[in-house]
Structures are given as structure tokens and as C-alpha cells.
């Protein structure tokens, strides 16, 4: 795999990108976050400790770094994915065990994001286990196609109830405190990129009635209620969340939904409330409008018009931001130049074990790829070079 000729390279060693900074209780010697990325490697939604263990190491090899591992199922009514982790059964946070271990044998940072998958999960997969196919509204299929799969399957999607958005809350809850004790240094709220939460949070989704329908208050009450559950359980230095306020994958509707500026301005009001009263998240995730589409290329369907700034002015504590920021190092120097933001990086996370030492130097980026995402085995997963051994192996020749 050659290196990336799409974009020129930046040493940023000497900007605020390798500065450190507080987060949560962590004391951070740079900027640079490895992304959640689902990378399909677990076995019947165990992790595959092993395997996955190199991953990680290899990913957090420079100390200081947090990682942010990729979402895992907070029970198995959130799931709905074979290859996917879990983070609810003792087999499942034995294996993390591992993996925090190397992480922090590399004195790095770790937080797990917490994943509900609603109408995202395999309607197949669901009606298989005997499992509920759950959104925010009954009958809103983000696809003709997905309906389809449904109804062969012979499951209906379901609104789910106040008192199942309260075992959901306890979920999340207990699957927290678990992955804390395996030794995760925090966990993130995944309420982005159409699930669950984000289904809540859309009106294209959300088509409810009830207290959890309508106004923008109300959308926003479960993923506020998880919140505040989580800060009662761990505490808010330990948590985090992440927000999609442009993304238009799987029904969102992204920008093209009137009040969507005022949603999350809402929100991150309510986490500055909460902050102001002693509960500070950790951070707030955003992905930039260069990201609008799940499985697309680098700024495909990018949201040219907007950006995330208005989120400074709501949220006072530390922003993660993410967007193909590995392609526009200019951008991501000028964004740290703000002392409150880290940026995450993902696909380029995958190919570059090194990323953050290639960051700093101005080193060139091994190209990814993306076919490879989504296997079972070590291949596109741990058997990417550091720079030194892509010099080796005469890469810089080509």
C-alpha cells in the first residue's frame, strides 16, 4: 500500500496541536484522538482480544494519546450486528481487560463509545435472537429496501415504550459502570450518525407524541436522561458524548431539518447547565460537514456552507472535532489554534499505527484501504507499517 498522494503533508510539532491540555481528569500531551471506528473483528460480539489487543497497541504506541475505541452494544437488544463488541457480559469485558491493559502499558488514555444501534441494526439479525426492532416511532424505516428485509424477516420496526426508554437508561447505566471497572478511563455517548439516540434527536425519525416527540425538548429527553444517569453513575469527568448535527445517512436529515442549528445549540446549552452546576463532560464530539454520509469517500457530500462554530459559544469545556482533517492538515492546525479543541482522526488512524508521530513530523500518510475495513482477520487491521518500516521496505521509491 503506497503512500497518499492527495494532500501535501504539514509538520505540526510546533502548533498547538502538540501542546497539552486538561480533559476530564486526564492531562493530555497533545491534540490528536484516534476516532471510534467500527472495524467488524469481534466473534459472536465478543471482542477478539488478541487480535485486537495489537490493533490498539499499535494505535496508542505514542504516550499520551487518546484513544476512543469503536462502539460497542450496551446489551443485546441494542445490538444487531454479528461482528460487532459488547460491553454487557463478563466474557465480553474480559477481553477489554486486554486491551485497556496495552493501551495503558503505553500510558495512554482510553474511552469505550457506548452504541445503540435502533433502526440501524439488521432487521434479519433482530427477528434471528428473538429481539425487539426498535427506533424512536413505529413504521419509520429509513429505507424501502431495509422495510423489505423487515417484513421477509417477519418483524415490524417498534416505537419503543417509556418504560423500555427506562430499561435502555439502565442499560447504559450498568454496561458503564462495567466497562469502567474493566479499566476504561470514560465512556462516549454515541448520539450521532442514526442510532438510536440520534433517531430520538432527528424529527425525520422521531415521530412520537409523547413527552419524548415533537418540540426540541422533548427530542432531546432520552439522550438527556442518559446523560444525567451517566454523570450519577461515574461521574461526569469520565464521560463524554458525540454529536452529527450535519449527517444524512441512514434517514437524518442532516441541515434540511428547519430547526437543526436550534436542536443542538439546545443541547449544548443543557451540558453547559450541567457543567456550570459541577458536571462537566469530559468533552463534546463533533464531526464537521465535510462527513454528512456513513461509508463515503473524504468529503463526499460535504456541507461547504456550515461549520460547528456556533458550538463554541454554547459549550464551554473541550470540543473533539472530526472530519478529514488527515487530508486538510491546514485546517486542522488552524481549528487546535483554538486551546479548547482536539482533533479525531479515523480512516487515516487505520492505515498509520504511527499517525501521531507522522503528524508531528510532517511525515507522509500510508494510503488506506477500504476494502479491508470490515474483515474478520489481521489483514487491513494490524499489518499496516509504521513509517520507518514503509522506508524499509522501500516505499519512498516508488
Not at 60 to 78: D, K, R, V
Not at 104 to 131: I, T
Not at 171 to 182: A, G, L, R, T
Not at 304 to 315: G, P, R
Request: proline share 4%; glycine share 8%; hydrophobic share 35%.
Amino acid at each position: 500500500m503506497p503512500f497518499s498522494k492527495d494532500f501535501t503533508p504539514m509538520a505540526l510539532k510546533d502548533t498547538e496541536m502538540f501542546k497539552p491540555i486538561k480533559v476530564g481528569n486526564m492531562t493530555l500531551p497533545h491534540r490528536v484522538v484516534m476516532a471510534p471506528l467500527t472495524r467488524m473483528r469481534a466473534i459472536k460480539n465478543v471482542p477478539n482480544g488478541d487480535l485486537a489487543s495489537l490493533y490498539y497497541d499499535q494505535r496508542s504506541n505514542y504516550p499520551g494519546s487518546l484513544i476512543i475505541t469503536e462502539a460497542a452494544f450496551i446489551s443485546s437488544q441494542a445490538g444487531g450486528y454479528d461482528n460487532a463488541p459488547g460491553i454487557w457480559s463478563d466474557e465480553q469485558n474480559e477481553q477489554w481487560k486486554k486491551i485497556f491493559a496495552k493501551i495503558h502499558a503505553n500510558k495512554s488514555f482510553v474511552f469505550v463509545q457506548l452504541w445503540n444501534l435502533g433502526r440501524q441494526a439488521f432487521p434479519e439479525l433482530m427477528a434471528r435472537d428473538g429481539l425487539r426492532y426498535d427506533s424512536a416511532s413505529p413504521d419509520q424505516y429509513w429505507s424501502e429496501e431495509v422495510k423489505k428485509t423487515a417484513l421477509d424477516a417477519g418483524i415490524k420496526q417498534h416505537g419503543i415504550s417509556k418504560d423500555e426508554i427506562k430499561q435502555y437508561i439502565k442499560e447504559y447505566v450498568e454496561s458503564s459502570k462495567k466497562i469502567i471497572e474493566s479499566g476504561a478511563d470514560g465512556v462516549e455517548i454515541h448520539s450521532a450518525n442514526s442510532y438510536l439516540l440520534h433517531q430520538f434527536i432527528n424529527a425525520s425519525s422521531n415521530k412520537r407524541t409523547d413527552e419524548y416527540g415533537g418540540s426540541i425538548e422533548n427530542r432531546a429527553r432520552f439522550t438527556l436522561e442518559v446523560v444525567d444517569a451517566l454523570i450519577d453513575a461515574i461521574g461526569a469527568e469520565k464521560l463524554a458524548i458525540r454529536f452529527s448535527p450535519f449527517y444524512k445517512s441512514g434517514g437524518m436529515s442532516g441541515i434540511n431539518e428547519p430547526e437543526w442549528k436550534e436542536m443542538y445549540c439546545y443541547m449544548l446549552d443543557q451540558l453547559e447547565k450541567r457543567a456550570q452546576a459541577g458536571n462537566r463532560l469530559a468533552y463534546v464530539h463533533l464531526i464537521d460537514p465535510r462527513v454528512t454520509r456513513g461509508w463515503n469517500e473524504d468529503s463526499d457530500g460535504a456541507e461547504d456552507k456550515h461549520d460547528n462554530s456556533f458550538a463554541y459559544d454554547h459549550w464551554n469545556g473541550v470540543i473533539v472535532r472530526a472530519g478529514s482533517f488527515a487530508t486538510n492538515p491546514e485546517l486542522a492546525r488552524e481549528s487546535v489554534e483554538n486551546g479548547r479543541t482536539l482533533i479525531a482522526y479515523g480512516r487515516y488512524y487505520i492505515s498509520n499505527p504511527d499517525l501521531v508521530h507522522r503528524l508531528e513530523e510532517g511525515l507522509p500518510l500510508n494510503q488506506y484501504d477500504r476494502s479491508s475495513f470490515y474483515r474478520q482477520d489481521s489483514i487491513g487491521y494490524t499489518d499496516y507499517p509504521t513509517y520507518q518500516q514503509a522506508i524499509d521496505m522501500g516505499w519512498n521509491k516508488e
